[in-house]
């Protein structure tokens, strides 16, 4: 490097590294003489492209992608497919039925070695207190539960950047708005938020969302709401996060040279902000996701979010939980396991997604 | 013949990163004597700060690490030395201040604390008030206003230059024989470097603390020092006393730096001679001069061999160079 | 204030005249919103700039350079004062007009790594401009880029390279090449060299002396290295506490300084000649710079200066022609 960079000259004792990173690839004579033949070995990597290198690195990371992408898959032709095993089975009360029926997540078969049954080739995760298949049930959990988190961080990005970029970037009122009511969502514990929303207007969601096209009758409206209201606690910390990194990049030169060349406010923002506020809403999404996967299956625990017939981590959770003293420990434990899985797999992302992007924030 | 205060002999320091092995220094060698001035100028990346923190036992290892050479203060291995008992050394025998003086002070106590701190650490048979009084002498001593009441502030309540004389009171409490400065006025503004550099010479003058000053800038010292250390991508390539570094550069790379820059003195439009090409890759050195690509005289001997420093002259100047000037 | 000492045959040739230009930045907002104390960044300046001229503008922290180059701009709003730029007043123009007005007057900015959007190829950094004043098709901004870097010396096949990839001296010639890309006649460079090694610092000037031959550029150099000033400009102001306290062609300010902190400030700058070093005799100024959220009554040096008497105290000097062509804010200039 030729730059006496006069903060990363000053050396604190204990910590020096040559910055390396800033070898540079491609030379340049002295002035006026045309240029030699660079140094073509290195391909030309834009920071994303390194960010997504060190993040191949990061094992643990890279793990929880697995994991995630398991249940993704899992929970979107996971129903299907296991529709599809097994073969007709004589059921003592409902009569034959094939496995289209006995491997989803509603049917209830009540008798006597139908309920509470460990593992086996019919069901193969067993069955819950009502015979119901619970792996069926699983997978019906973690699509409500990724649906849920993708509704709310899709609304959380939206609001989040849009109100956070302007809060920063124009200050005045909007700022003090925001600063006024992000005020009032840390002070109001936002998990009861949502349960006062979907207690009040659990029945009105009913009714009302239902005629939305792809919402549906099938309870997935009491489910919007609650997904609405889980955004509404979680995008005023993004908006203060994006707020901070607009603030600051605000300061840049590059701002103030976009500035300079003619580039309008509207135009710095989207193309000067917005681009490098992309790391910054990736990790804090990821993160979030964390939070909103609890949050659901903490609401559905409580009955407020998805109902019987419909399927909820929470709402296995809850039932499980119920059986614990008549000695079923396997109904609780299923759902419980695979909730900590999830949840900590986007914890663990989210910090490799932090570490790859800013790795000078690396404790 | 006085015994050298600290001899260096073919210090390598190489850090580990993932992208290669950066050998930040390469075999380099000096010594100073006790209350001598030396200089180690260079630009960024050519060593000048890591040679001073392997001195002082201060690079994070990993990834950094000592592989090779010696180093001797007053006679005694510092590589040998017990982490306990480097910690006694510095801040009483070597000391070390830094360019940036926020970063170095803690920010919550009274620099009075700070400064007294240090002396109870060395002096454990000194009570709190004595080592209070003397923080308030060494505050008097690096020329604050008004020190009794000022030794009570905190470290933002001072200016950067006064904050780089807190740093400099702390660092001579205990009258080290050595004080390492890195860039020490680099970040200050010139009319206070001007009033710094007056302070540091004075001091070390007084108490004949030897003083290692590193900096990027030759007009500093010209000024400042007697030993003039040039070094470029790792090592030493030029030592002399100073009137000679600046009146008969022997090393290309001196000379080069010389005429690159812009004089108060020069006559009006006349142009500078800048180095061409770019500063050198640390993880990969070849086996040649390393100065070889940018060197306006460069022979084949340049590209296959390394050149070590070599008397030139009749003097005390040495150059790591074949065709020195 | 600064008198016109412009002859008849100069006058025309005045691309920048600014009249005391006052920038005060508010601070501690009390509760009725009106400011309590402000940062007077810029205190009353005066300077003009004479086409194809390079004025240098010089001085330690705090004393406002900065801020003056970017008012003059418009990057900064002047609280008061007038900004001439070829006899047209800045100050009072609509935005849209301001707008128009940026293809004449260009940056060179400090930081070689902030300057610089990381997300963009420095082929993109440098075509925005042209983007934005529609100075033709993709294709002619393609090769109006390519022409570009070329000229600052950066091969123009590494368009499509990201800023990180560069050094810091290669940075700095593609944000040279940024700002003439709408070939300006006015370009202010804010400290272009000072994170720059010494080595790379003279590359970098000859290349702007160059390019100012080439396209008949005049500069506003802005930076606190006074050797490094001085090398570039024909004309020097110096800068203390927003205030222009002298005003001179370059080998007037060094051979004969009028102001005192003019001759402080030269004292001051260490000299890469260990004999002139031993021998010179240095003013060493008491005392720190003052802050400009509160700088002293009348004018701003009198608590450092050696020569200061009671009117130092209470009347501000106004900035006069001393010599000839040279000017100085001093009620006792000279030695």
Redesign the interface.
Known sequence: MDTKDQQSESVSPGVMLPDTTLVPTILTPDTGTYPIEGDQKKKSTSPLQDSLRRLRRDKRAMVSIGVIVFFIVLALIGPPIYQHVGGPYQSSVNGVVGPSQYHSFSYEELGQNTQDQLPSAHNWLGTDEIGRDILARLMQGVLISLAVALVVELVDIALGVLIGVLAGYYGGWIDQLLARFTDLMFAFPGLLFVILIAGIFGNWADIHLSKIPVVGPNGNARLLLVSLALAFTTWPLMARYVRGQTLQLKEQQFIEAARSSGTSSWGIIIRHIIPNLFSLVIVVATLDISNTIIGEAGISFLGLGVQAPGSSIGLMIAAGSQQILAGHFWEVLVPCCVLAAIVLAFSFLGDGLRDAFDPKSKD | MTAKLLEVSNLKTYFFTRSGVVKAVDDVSFAMQPGQRLGVVGESGCGKSVTALSVMRLIASPPGKIVGGEINFNGEDMLEKSQVELTDIRGSKISMIFQDPMTSLNPVFNVGFQIAETVKRHRKDLSNEQAWRRAVEMLDLVRIPDAKRRAKNYPHEFSGGMRQRVMIAIALVCNPQLLIADEPTTALDVTIQAQVLELMKGLSHEFSTALMLITHDLGVVAGMCQHVNVMYAGHVVESAPVQQIFETPAHPYTLGLLQSLPRLNERRGSKLTPIKGQPPDLTNPPASCSYAPRCPKVQNRCRMERPQLMRVGRGEQEAACFYPN | MLQQVETATEKGTTLIEVRGLKVYFPINKGLLGRPANYVKAVDGVDLFVRRGETLGLVG??GCGKSTTG?AI?Q?LKPTAGSIKFNGQELTMLPPSYI?QM??EM??V???????????YTIGQIVA??LQ??KRGNAQEIREQVADLL?TV???P??R???P???????RQ?I?IA?AL??RPSFVVADEPVS?????????????L??LQGKFGLTYLFIA?????V???SDRVAVMYVGRVVELAK??HL?QTPLHPYSQ???????????????RRK?I??EG??PSPVNPPSGCPFHPRCWKAQEICRTVIPPLEEKQPDQYAACHFPGR
Do not use: C, W
């Open positions: 330690e922290s970017r701009l990057l707008r940026r293809a260009q940056m900015f400090q930081d070689p790594y902030g300057s610089l959007d990381p997300r925005e401009p934005n004043f070329q010396g950066i091969d096949t590494y499509n390279r990201f990180h990839e560069f050094s810091g001296g290669q010639r944000g940024r890309a709408l994170a720059l090694d010494v080595s790379i610092q003279a590359q970098v000037l000859n290349l002396q160059e606190h290295n006074l050797s490094v001085k090398h570039i370059s080998e060094y402080a400030l030269l004292s001051a700058i260490p000299v890469p000649d260990p004999r002139i070093e031993a240095r060493i100024l720190d710079v």
